[in-house]
T-cell receptor, first 114, second 115 residues
């Protein structure tokens, strides 16, 4: 079984400030990790994912995330946020083998303040 | 390329009525998922199909919910009878092949309100 924890349900941040959205996971097997973003009234879309290789993953819109196996974390970061980054962000995990089953976190709402 | 297409986008119905949500996955995608999103429970996987066959329906809340995929380009999620607690956003999503590292492509959702 696997699980994902996003400790922060809401994160307010001023425009042009840096932001970090936290994600921790639990799994008994190797995993793939994902960040999805949901803009208001839309479906989720992929920001970035970690499959293997470099632990620092770069995604769209200037976001990046770092996989830390020892801390079972996959935190999302952006050095300078924009108003358009206001959205809900979901961390997700899937087993690296076996059948297709992705577990999503409860989401973090990022509110960028002008 | 067209993404995952869902209909209706919004539906308001009275308690007890039948609700049918529809989905057209991305062409060539072998996996189709139905998710439900609520404030209280977040994003829940209801059921998923592989090559039109239901693989895991353990997330379907109760017998009032049913899902079908008669062919590779169409799926329905039906609620009969509907109840106010079914009010939620229902997402259909698809992904190609079995690789669990694949991106899941979501539709824009069907916003259901049961009054």
């Amino acid at each position: 079984a696997q699980s994902v924890t996003q400790l922060d349900s809401q994160v307010p941040v001023f425009e042009e400030a840096p932001v970090e959205l936290r994600c921790n996971y639990s799994s008994s097997v190797s995993v793939y990790l994902f960040w999805y973003v949901q803009y208001p009234n839309q479906g989720l879309q992929l920001l970035l994912k970690y499959l293997s290789g470099s632990t620092l993953v770069k995604g769209i819109n200037g976001f990046e995330a770092e996989f830390n196996k020892s801390q079972t974390s996959f935190h999302l970061r952006k050095p300078s946020v924009h108003i358009s980054d206001t959205a809900e962000y979901f961390c997700a995990v899937s087993p690296s083998g076996g059948y297709q089953k992705v577990t999503f976190g409860t989401g973090t709402k990022l509110q960028v303040i002008p | 390329d067209a993404g995952v297409i869902q209909s209706p986008r919004h539906e308001v119905t009275e308690m007890g009525q039948e609700v049918t949500l529809r989905c057209k996955p991305i062409s060539g995608h072998d996996y189709l998922f139905w998710y439900r999103q609520t404030m209280m429970r977040g994003l829940e996987l209801l059921i998923y199909f592989n090559n039109n066959v239901p693989i895991d329906d353990s997330g379907m809340p109760e017998d009032r919910f049913s899902a079908k995929m008669p062919n590779a380009s169409f799926s329905t999620l039906k609620i009969q009878p509907s109840e106010p607690r079914d009010s939620a956003v229902y997402f259909c999503a698809s992904t190609p092949q079995e690789f669990t590292g694949n991106t899941i492509y979501f539709g824009e959702g069907s916003w259901l309100t049961v009054v």
